[in-house]
């Protein structure tokens, strides 16, 4: 009867899963290099990228891995160009392979299924901008590279626009501030992606970061851009959460173990799978 019980509750969370995988396409690409490949990228491709709809690697070069060659150099001074041949890419070849399109490195851990939850309830062609929000340099805020971002279908018409038309440009080498800038400069809204206990969903570090309550001081390196009022403890990071960064590869499976294996015997989940998928198949049909 324990071991039945545990099979229903296991096979719920994946049937809902699986529903929102058709629902919210979502293409996930990674900024990657041909140093990082061994290091790095196998080891999203082993964890979370699988779970995305379509997944791509970007590098300056092709290799059987595989990755897409984009026209640019490496170093981090050509993060942008980066980004913006990537998008240029997918808007070239994979528009229609998805409904969101996320940005994320190769040292970035992200939750898909919670992702295609929060972005359940946002409309695709709206001009919407989704990540951690930070706050200097971009009056609507930008998003942290790290954490990854997502652009809907919408947001990515704009910002290959805005490129073909010169109204954004490549004025700066820091990839997410200059995004951010172009996304502003098109109309393309900066959400506020905190669940609603105004948890974070994207961390732009690792949990041990964010998680242990510290004693007040001055603000950390990894506090000081937030958009929101900085929050350090448990309250910090939600239940559904989405990202973190600076991952390295032992600690990627030590996620994915957590994230999708660990369970607590007895434990009441506060998110019910099953009322989430019939409110969100009433949001669908509203829509319709």
Known sequence: MLIRESLVVHKLDRS???DLTQQVRLLCW????????????????????????????????ESDFPTVKL??????????????????????????DADWFLKA??????????????????NTEDPLYLGRRFRPFVAQGYMSGGAGYVLSKEALRRFVKGHADGNCTHFSDIEDMALGTCMETMNVTAMDTRDERRRHTFHAFP?????PRERPRPLPRHLLYEYYNPVEGPSCCSDLAISFHYICPEEMYTLEYLTYHLRPYGYKYRLHPEVAFLLLCIHFCNIL
């Open 16 to 18: 809902v899963a699986t």
């Open 105 to 122: 490195d190769d040292d970035t851990f992200v939750v898909p299924e919670n992702l295609r939850y929060f972005l359940s309830q946002h």
């Open 71 to 96: 026209n640019v150099t490496e170093g981090r001074d050509q993060l942008y160009w980066k980004t913006i041949r990537a998008f240029q890419y997918i808007y070239e070849h994979h528009l229609d």
């Open 207 to 211: 949990p041990d970061e964010h998680l």
């Open 30 to 61: 990674v900024l990657t290099a041909p140093q990082y490949l061994e290091s790095r990228a196998k080891h999203v491709h082993a964890t979370w990228g699988k779970r995305c709809n379509k997944v791509l690697y970007m590098s300056s070069e």
